[in-house]
């Protein structure tokens, strides 16, 4: 047995439940030590983003903790390893079984408190400057929602590698976080269209946007030729008017983008990927995940809203267990 939170209609309750049966030789059991809230539990929950077929219908993407047990084919970890994992579900539990490609060791110097904040936001972060839009030194990119948990990873990693970052977010508390993380540009949305800031800013190749609706067409004004805008959101709704002239004359491409349905050999290579290049700098504090607040996991409806409500700059995290 473990517990986990249960979704009940309009409710979340801290129980107990069943374990996973047995454990796969290609996974490891982790005691999860904190989890962490995203946007894509606060939709599961709505009903409007399921877990893919297969999958924990458990609430939660990413945790840290410490290795339980490891599957017969695993070979690059024990139990006692402090490690963080992506995960595909399962999170908002006291132990979860994921696929051991899907997991990395702490950084070191690392709490696992603040190792908890790493897996989902610096993974998608990764997978979309640097797989799906396959940014070159000194392309520049736009970034939507950037003060959230997602966005301060991105401008972070970005601005690290030779990207500049042109940040919008909803007020000057936000938007002043993200020109310490990195951001050379920045605009309040709750001032109105950022196309213009952005031309003056000298446009963009990139646009990560988790916003969609109303603003594809805006981010198609800003957009070099060549640029691409990576969907990865519809927090503005899931429908958009597109100018195809200009997708045509640009050569723009416009890439839909989720991590969590991926095959577990992709998100491997992700976590491989983030491992080789981005784990050195965590360790060498040139990046580090930003954390806006930490929860106990039996407040996790209170985190949610918390998030609901935009009020967070950076991760916000659930205390699992010790």
């Known amino acids: 047995m473990m517990k986990a939170i249960k979704v009940t209609g309009d409710s979340l309750t801290w129980e107990d439940c069943a374990s996973y049966e047995e454990l796969q030789a290609d996974h490891v059991a982790i005691d999860v030590v ?34 339980a047990a490891v599957g017969s084919a695993v070979t690059d970890f024990e139990p006692g390893d402090e490690v963080c994992a992506l995960l595909t579900g399962g999170g908002y539990a006291t132990k979860v079984a994921v696929p051991a490609v899907q997991v990395l060791p702490i950084p070191k ?39 959230s948990g997602l966005g301060t990873a991105v401008i972070q990693i970005a601005t690290a590698f030779g ?17 310490k993380l990195g951001a050379t540009g920045t605009w309040n949305r709750k001032d109105g269209s950022f196309v213009e800031a952005v031309k003056s800013w000298g446009g963009v190749d990139m646009v990560l946007d988790p916003v969609g609706g109303s603003y594809i067409k805006d981010n198609q004004k800003v957009l070099s030729a060549d640029g691409r805008i990576i969907l990865i959101g519809l927090m503005g709704g899931r429908s958009a008017e597109v100018d195809l002239g200009l997708m045509l004359m640009k050569r723009h491409r416009l890439i839909g983008s989720t991590l969590r349905s991926r095959s577990v050999a ?57």
């Open 266 to 322: 992709d998100k491997g290579r992700v976590m491989q990927a983030l491992y080789r290049h981005v784990w050195p700098l965590l360790v060498a504090g040139q990046i580090e995940p930003t954390i806006d607040s930490t929860w106990p996991i039996e407040q996790v409806e209170e985190a949610m809203a918390h998030v609901a409500d935009n009020k967070n700059t950076g991760k916000v995290l659930l205390r699992v267990g010790a």
């Open 34 to 67: 904190w989890s962490a809230v995203n946007r894509a539990d606060l939709m599961q929950r709505a009903g409007v983003y399921p877990p893919p077929p297969g999958a924990s219908d458990i609430l939660g993407l990413e945790v840290s903790g410490r290795i």
């Open 163 to 179: 990207n500049p970052v042109f940040a919008t977010a909803g007020g000057e508390g936000k938007l002043e976080v993200c020109r």
């Open 109 to 147: 110097g690392y709490s696992l408190e603040k190792a908890a904040a790493i897996p989902e936001v610096f993974a998608t972060a990764w997978l979309n400057l640097y797989q799906e839009a396959d940014l070159q030194p000194g392309e520049r990119v736009l970034l939507h929602a950037a003060a």
